[in-house]
T-cell receptor
Framework: SAVISQKPSRDICQRGTSLTIQCQVD?????MFWYRQQPGQSLTLIAT?????????ESGFVIDKFPISRPNLTFSTLTVSNMSPEDSSIYLC??????????FGPGTRLTVL | SQQGEEDPQALSIQEGENATMNCSYK?????LQWYRQNSGRGLVHLIL?????REKHSGRLRVTLDTSKKSSSLLITASRAADTASYFC?????????FGQGTRLTINP
């Protein structure tokens, strides 16, 4: 299994600012995924991040709002830009292991005031 | 769509009883995964069942998959208070998991 850590675990931010969330995996993985979970809702895939290429965004998510970096096979960042209260959510990164099992980090709980 | 849809949305049972949650989806899948989430924390992977498997067990968990009906079920036997959580199914197609809305399970002492 993969062990995933995220920083920060939670944050409270002012509207109009940006927050960068870090995701670190204990093993090299090809694909990393970023999800958003709005209050009381299910998980929605934001984008898939492959090392060495541009992230692939899902419908409704754009790079200007959620820029992603994937500098190596164990690390990725997601930035939530120009935040508004509607961005208040839990943001989770995940990776797919060798047996196709997808593992999730503990999440970053973001509150935008 | 590939998205899983869980049923029921909420389930409340007494400790010691069995809990069954169902999941339906609409497209072909490679596998289907079940997760547990406690109070908005990270997701814990419970079990993965592949499209060529019909049933799988893990401890008190039993998962079935019927690809002809595009449905899956998760059975938790001898429930405990610690099983109180939200449970999500996530069918996996060619590239990604897509989560349903989940079942909120409450185990009453």
């Amino acid at each position: 299994s993969a062990v995933i850590s995220q920083k920060p675990s939670r944050d409270i931010c002012q509207r109009g600012t940006s927050l960068t969330i870090q995701c670190q995996v204990d093993s090299q993985v090809t694909m990393m995924f970023w999800y958003r979970q709005q209050p009381g809702q299910s998980l929605t895939l934001i984008a898939t991040a492959n090392q060495g290429s541009e992230a692939t965004y899902e419908s409704g998510f754009v790079i200007d709002k959620f820029p992603i970096s994937r500098p190596n096979l164990t690390f990725s960042t997601l930035t939530v830009s120009n935040m508004s209260p509607e961005d208040s959510s839990i943001y989770l990164c995940s990776v797919e292991g060798e047996t196709d099992t997808q593992y999730f980090g503990p999440g970053t709980r973001l509150t935008v005031l | 769509s590939q998205q899983g849809e869980e049923d029921p949305q909420a389930l409340s049972i007494q400790e010691g009883e069995n809990a069954t949650m169902n999941c339906s989806y609409k497209t072909s899948i490679n596998n289907l995964q079940w997760y547990r989430q406690n109070s908005g924390r990270g997701l814990v992977h419970l079990i993965l069942i592949r499209s060529n498997e019909r049933e799988k067990h893990s401890g008190r968990l039993r998962v079935t998959l019927d690809t002809s009906k595009k449905s899956s079920s998760l059975l938790i036997t001898a429930s405990r208070a610690a099983d109180t959580a939200s449970y999500f199914c996530a069918p996996r197609g060619a590239q990604k998991l897509v989560f349903g809305q989940g079942t909120r399970l409450t185990i009453n002492p």
